[in-house]
T-cell receptor, first 110, second 113 residues
Framework: QKEVEQNSGPLSVPEGAIASLNCTYS??????FFWYRQYSGKSPELIMS????GDKEDGRFTAQLNKASQYVSLLIRDSQPSDSATYLC??????????FGAGTTVTVRA | EPEVTQTPSHQVTQMGQEVILRCVPI?????FYWYRQILGQKVEFLVS????????KSEIFDDQFSVERPDGSNFTLKIRSTKLEDSAMYFC???????????FGEGSRLTVL
């Protein structure tokens, strides 16, 4: 069973729209969750971390965590062409081994 | 802005050869990691390193792999006898605290022929 699963992409949104990315996890021992952005041919870059249930907002990004439903999401408001990338959901347990999902590729159409 | 640096950016080797990938983590970071990403697949954890020893390793990190911090700045990944399936992008990462907030290097692409 995959530890972290992401909704299948690719996701194409028009510029200025909201991109909604979803992630579920199987390990109830997972404590913290992260969204990384990976441009094609580049390394992952941390954009959001969330540790407790609820919403966390940072600029145009909002992460949501629901531990009861084992669900993590990322909203990108006012999407820009520069947001076109693969978004990786990741979770970590007490052993702090970060487990990544397969990623959702987002394309923002100008 | 401090960054993780990796060398080489691309290495081509013959099957069975030894490869050493090098990383310089961010200077005040205490936790070090290697991940790999086979083309088109997800980022996979290999190993974490703290206080001069391995703190966690995955099933992928078998006896062919080893890590070392030979001095105060470098962190290396050695693959003793490369196989075709070792072809991947290898990412080094470091973190200040053991939280999952990692800073990744640009990666070393390994091609095994």
């Amino acid at each position: 069973q995959k530890e972290v699963e992401q909704n299948s992409g690719p996701l194409s949104v028009p510029e200025g729209a909201i991109a909604s990315l979803n992630c579920t996890y199987s390990d109830r021992g997972s404590q913290s969750f992260f969204w990384y952005r990976q441009y094609s041919g580049k390394s992952p870059e941390l954009i959001m971390s969330i540790y407790s249930n609820g919403d966390k907002e940072d600029g145009r990004f909002t992460a949501q965590l629901n531990k009861a439903s084992q669900y993590v999401s990322l909203l990108i408001r006012d999407s820009q062409p520069s947001d076109s990338a693969t978004y990786l959901c990741a979770g970590v347990r007490n052993d702090y081994k970060l487990s990544f999902g397969a990623g959702t590729t987002v394309t923002v159409r100008a | 802005e401090p960054e993780v640096t990796q060398t080489p950016s691309h290495q081509v080797t013959q099957m069975g050869q030894e490869v050493i990938l090098r990383c310089v983590p961010i200077s005040n970071h205490l936790y070090f990691y290697w991940y790999r990403q086979i083309l088109g697949q997800k980022v996979e954890f290999l190993v974490s390193f703290y206080n001069n020893e391995i703190s966690e390793k995955s099933e992928i990190f078998d006896d062919q792999f080893s890590v070392e911090r030979p001095d105060g700045s470098n962190f290396t990944l050695k693959i003793r006898s490369t196989k075709l399936e070792d072809s991947a992008m290898y990412f080094c990462a470091s973190s200040l605290r053991n939280t999952g907030e990692l800073f990744f290097g640009e990666g070393s692409r390994l091609t095994v022929l």
